[in-house]
């Protein structure tokens, strides 16, 4: 996200969509490519989201959590970082009904991991 934070984010966004394509390209198990995946797609739903790209973000965001959901174990914390993420992107979009719900889900995941709140961006 180096490209983000220097504001090069039309540059970013086309890294991260060549990122995504490879991954589903390369064939990796089942389990790493949604987990690389679910990476990407959040990602790009923040860079798009930067750009004003606000379909498309929401599309992204939606992917990654989608994508996180069947992951196990450890990367509970993605999976609630996904959730959190469209629920932020939800209430800057001022829709509060539904965005309670991920980012209390996000909370649910986390609460028996000890964790208060995911990181998120």
Known sequence: ???????RKTEAKELISSACNMIRR?????????SELAMMLG?????CENLGE?????????DAVDFARVKPGKSQIDYAR??????????K????????SF???ARD?????????????
């Open 1 to 7: 996200m180096a490209y983000r934070a220097l504001g």
């Open 26 to 34: 390369e064939g990796q198990s089942i389990k790493a490519q949604h």
């Open 43 to 47: 990602n790009l739903g923040i860079v």
């Open 54 to 62: 606000d379909d498309l973000a929401e599309r992204y965001l939606r």
């Open 82 to 91: 996904t959730l959190y993420n469209l629920g932020s992107f939800l209430i």
């Open 93 to 100: 979009k001022d829709r509060y009904d539904e965005a309670e």
């Open 103 to 105: 980012v209390r889900a």
């Open 109 to 121: 995941v986390v609460r028996p991991l000890g964790k208060i709140s995911p990181r998120s961006r």
